[in-house]
C-alpha cells in the first residue's frame, strides 16, 4: 500500500504512504485521486511528509491529480522535504502549486 | 579519495530503479560535489535509468541498464548505459543544447505537461551531459564538478 | 518491496572495496533484517571482497570482482565472485562448519593472532554461508533472513 | 593523511583520521605505530572517533600495534562508535583491551 486516503469535512487527503513517489508508483497516485474525484471529493491535499524522493514521473502524477481536479484553491500539497521541494523549484512548479509545511495549515486552507 | 570506479546494474524493471538511486546517493554523498547535492544525482541517474527502461526497451522486462560510477580528483562522471533503442535526434540535439527550457509559471495549468520533464531536470542538475551510441550500446554519459579540495593551511 | 536485485562490480583493488561496502550497507538497510545489523552486513560483504582481491587474485589489480545483492521476502543473498585462485578446501570446510572459533580472552597477548578473523568475522554475522565453484568463477554466498512482516492488526 | 600522531606528557596518541579503518589502510596504522615506539613511546592510545567502520585487517592491525606496545596496561583505545565496538564483541577482543569512551579517560589512564 503506497497510498492512504481519508476524506473529513469534505477534503480528501491523500497521503503517500511510500518513501519514493517515483515512476514505479506515480501512475497509482494519478489513479486514487481520479477514484477520490469520481466519489465526488472537490477539495484535495497530497500530503508528501513520507516522501524522501521524488522524480518527474511523480511530479506529472502531482501534476495530473492538479488538473484532474481543476481548480487551484481546491488542490494543495503539504509536507515536502528538501529534496522533494528542489525539483518543484528546479521546474518552477513551486511558483504554481500552493505548498504548504504542514498538513494542519494545508487542511485550515481547503476548509475556509 | 583521488579517484575511483563501481559498476551498477540492474534489470529494465522499474521497481528496481530505487535501488541505484539509493546506491548513487550514497556514493556521491562521499564525494564533496560543486553545485550539486547527492539528492540532485541521485536525480539526474533516476531520470536517466527510467527513460532507458521505458523508452529504449519500450518498458519490457528482463533488459539490462547499466550505470557506471568514476571520479577523479576534478569530476565525477555517472554513465547510464543501454541496448535499446537509441534516442531520438531531436532529443540528442536537445541535449546538446546549454539551456535548460521549463514551462513558464504562467502557463495555464490545463497547458501544463505530465511528461517530459526528465531530460531537462537532467540537463538543470549536471554540469555536462552526452550522448553517445556505440555498437549497439547506448550511453548517456552525466558529469558533476567536484569542489576544490580545502588545503590545510601551513605555517611559514 | 518483495524482491529485488542489483550487481556491483569492482576492481582488484583495495582502495575500491569501500563503494561496493557503502552501496551494500545504504542497499540493507531499507530491509528489516533479523539478527543482523546493516554493518554487519557491510562488514561481511568487505571482508569476502577483501579475501578475493588479496587471496584470490593475490592483490594484483585490473582483476574483477563481483557482488550481487538479491532478496526476496524472507531472505537476503550476497554473493561475492571473482576468476581467481580457489579457496582452499580447508577453509571450505571450515565455512560449512556451523561453529564459529574465535581465540579465546584466556590467550596470551603475544600468541594472539593478527589476521586470519575475516572468515569466522563472516561466519558470525550471516545465516549461512556456502561457496561453490563453477566455470572458472568462485562464488561466496552470503545469506541474511529477513525479518517477518508486522502485518497491520485487522479489526474483527 | 589518515593518521595524526601528537604526544603529550610521554603518551602518544594516535588518531585515525580516515573513516574507514580498513585492509586499504591497516598496514600504516601498524607503521605508524611502530614508529612511534621507535621515537621512544611507551604508552599508546588509539583514538578512533573518526572511525564509522573497520574491519578485519583495521582490527589486525589495532592487535599488532598492542603486541609492539608490550605491556596491556600501556596501551588503549578510545571513542568507538557502535559497528566498530561490534567487530571487538563479535572476535571477543573487547575483553582483552582497555577501552574508554572518551580520549580523557584513556589519557588520564595512561597518565595514572
Ligand atoms: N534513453 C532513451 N532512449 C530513447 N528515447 C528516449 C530516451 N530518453 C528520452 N527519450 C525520448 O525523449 C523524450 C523526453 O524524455 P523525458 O524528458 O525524460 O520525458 P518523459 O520520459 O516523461 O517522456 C521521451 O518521451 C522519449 O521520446
Ligand atoms: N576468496 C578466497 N580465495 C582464496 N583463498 C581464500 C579466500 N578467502 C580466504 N582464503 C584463505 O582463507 C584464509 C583465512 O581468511 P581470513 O579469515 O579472511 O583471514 P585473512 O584474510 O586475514 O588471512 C586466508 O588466509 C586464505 O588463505
Known amino acids: ?112 | 579519495m583521488e579517484s575511483g570506479k563501481i559498476n551498477l546494474t540492474i534489470e529494465s524493471d522499474l521497481s528496481q530503479v530505487q535501488h541505484v538511486g539509493e546506491a548513487v546517493r550514497v556514493l556521491s554523498s562521499q564525494l564533496e560535489l560543486d553545485g550539486a547535492m547527492p539528492s540532485s544525482v541521485e536525480l539526474a541517474v533516476v531520470e536517466a535509468v527510467n527513460n532507458s527502461i521505458e523508452h529504449a526497451y519500450a518498458s519490457e522486462c528482463g533488459n539490462t541498464v547499466e550505470v557506471s560510477f568514476e571520479y577523479d580528483k576534478d569530476c565525477l562522471q555517472i554513465s547510464i548505459s543501454d541496448y535499446g533503442t537509441p534516442m531520438p535526434r531531436k532529443i540528442v540535439e536537445m541535449l546538446d543544447q546549454s539551456e535548460v527550457r521549463m514551462p513558464s509559471g504562467h502557463v495555464g495549468v490545463d497547458s501544463l505537461p505530465e511528461s517530459g520533464w526528465g531530460v531537462q531536470l537532467l540537463k538543470s542538475v549536471c554540469h555536462r551531459v552526452s550522448y553517445a551510441r556505440c555498437n549497439r550500446k547506448n550511453n548517456l554519459s552525466l558529469s558533476f564538478k567536484r569542489a576544490a579540495e580545502k588545503h590545510p593551511i601551513t605555517a611559514a
Chains 1, 4 share one sequence.
Open chain 1, 1 to 112: 500500500m503506497s497510498f492512504q486516503t481519508i476524506t473529513k469535512d469534505g477534503v480528501a487527503v491523500v497521503t503517500v504512504t511510500n518513501s519514493r513517489l517515483d515512476a514505479s508508483i506515480a501512475p497509482e497516485l494519478k489513479q486514487v485521486v481520479s477514484d477520490v474525484i469520481e466519489a465526488g471529493s472537490t477539495r484535495i491535499m497530497i500530503d508528501l511528509d513520507s516522501v524522501q524522493f521524488m522524480d518527474s514521473s511523480g511530479l506529472g502524477a502531482v501534476i495530473s491529480s492538479f488538473k484532474l481536479t481543476g481548480k487551484k484553491g481546491d488542490f494543495v500539497i503539504c509536507n515536502m522535504n528538501e529534496s522533494v521541494r528542489e525539483i518543484f523549484t528546479l521546474t518552477h512548479m513551486d511558483r504554481l502549486f500552493e505548498i504548504y509545511t504542514s498538513s494542519d495549515e494545508g487542511f485550515a486552507r481547503l476548509c475556509a
